[in-house]
């Protein structure tokens, strides 16, 4: 049972996966806060267009 204990202990895959799911979540969190200020650009612009043409 110890040496199990001990195999997982030296096994390192998991934190591997944790370090690569958050640099991840990171990116993501990053693309929506840049998409959102972006978004609200896009909409000015196109509000302005509408604003002209009618």
Same mark, same amino acid.
């Given at each position: 049972m110890l040496s199990?204990?001990? $195999?997982l202990m030296?096994?390192?895959r998991g +934190? !591997? +996966?944790i370090e690569y799911t958050l640099i991840a979540s990171l990116i +993501?969190? +990053?693309a929506i806060t840049a998409m959102? $200020?972006?978004?609200t650009k896009i909409q000015g612009v196109l !509000?302005?267009?509408s604003n002209s043409m009618t």
């Open positions: 199990i204990f001990r $195999s030296k096994n390192d +934190a !591997t +996966a +993501a969190v +990053a959102g $200020s972006v978004g !509000t302005n267009v």
